[in-house]
């Protein structure tokens, strides 16, 4: 959903031409000044380390340049945080990225859906829809993501983090 609003922002269709043999729907254009590649890989979330190499690689960028946005259990629901590195955190779509790249020196964009209510399963979780209340705030948690995503872009980590991270 943040692709899509960020896709929207920068007038993007993302589309299976040249992404096809990267297994992903992409489209280029401009972003926060910036020129972005935004993609979505067509395979299961846990084997999108391939696409994601394939794009990098067929258009020359490195993976340091790489914004990844994802789902995070480990953050409430409707909270956005940024990071570069680190674990995956048992996110079988990060673990599979990062084997690709040989790196986990990408930025993310993290997206906070929460914890699963008392034993359920968390892949069982991740993959059913949001509740009624839930539902209600997703608008403005898919804007301040994509919001996260641009300041990521036009004043680079640190920055972006100061302005989007809440203060202590």
């Known amino acids: 959903m943040v692709l899509d609003e960020l896709a929207e922002r920068a007038g993007v269709r993302l589309s299976s031409g040249k992404g096809a043999r990267a297994r992903a729907l992409a489209g280029e ?12 890989p067509t395979t299961y979330m846990n084997e999108s380390g391939g696409p994601v190499r394939g794009l990098l690689d067929y258009h020359h960028l490195p993976a340091t340049d790489l914004v990844v946005l994802h789902d995070e259990l480990d953050l409430p629901f409707a909270s956005v945080r940024l990071k570069r590195g680190g674990g995956e955190g048992g996110h079988n779509g990060l673990r599979s990225i990062s084997r690709s790249l040989g790196t986990r020196d990408y ?17 069982d979780f991740v993959l059913k829809d949001f509740a009624a209340p839930e539902r209600r705030e997703l608008g403005l948690l898919v804007a301040e993501a994509a919001d996260a995503t641009e300041e990521l872009l036009v004043r680079g980590l640190e920055g972006a983090q100061n302005l989007v991270h809440p203060r202590s």
Do not use: E, F, H, T
Not at 29 to 40: E, K, N, P, S, T
Not at 107 to 123: N, W
């Open 29 to 40: 254009g401009r972003l926060a000044g910036r020129r972005v590649v935004l993609a979505r």
């Open 107 to 123: 930025l993310r964009v993290r997206i906070g859906i929460g914890r699963p209510p008392g034993r359920q399963d968390p892949a």
